[in-house]
């Protein structure tokens, strides 16, 4: 089965965005499907995620404010592509630490 890529963005109180994405690879076979509704099951009010509880890099913006920027990140998509996997953990771990995050 293809790897998994898992595009997320940031999105400071200006409303500028930088946007990123993560390559899983999934020996396990994980549905596509599945792992969208399993995403976002987990997400805050249906959209956003601490990308530094998901193991994921932070994609603030150079001029970052803590007073006024959100810390959050927001999930776009998931999709099956046959580009190598860029990430140090497997899909199934993602998965897991996924679901040991503590929800809002």
Do not use: C
């Not at 998994?4 to 390559?23: A, E, P, T, W």
């Not at 999709?79 to 897991?96: G, H, K, Q, R, W």
């Amino acid at each position: 089965m293809p790897n998994i890529l898992f595009h997320y963005l940031y999105r400071n109180s200006g409303n500028y965005k930088k946007y990123d994405f993560v390559i899983f690879t999934n020996p396990d076979n994980v549905n596509l499907s599945e792992l969208e509704g399993f995403i976002k099951s987990k997400l805050i009010w249906s959209e956003w995620f601490y990308a530094e509880d998901w193991k994921l890099p932070e994609l603030f913006l150079p001029f970052f404010d803590f007073r006024i920027d959100p810390t959050w990140h927001e999930f776009e998509s998931v999709e099956y592509t046959d580009e190598v996997a860029n990430s140090p953990i497997t899909l199934a771990e993602f998965m897991e630490v996924v679901n040991n995050t503590k929800q809002l």
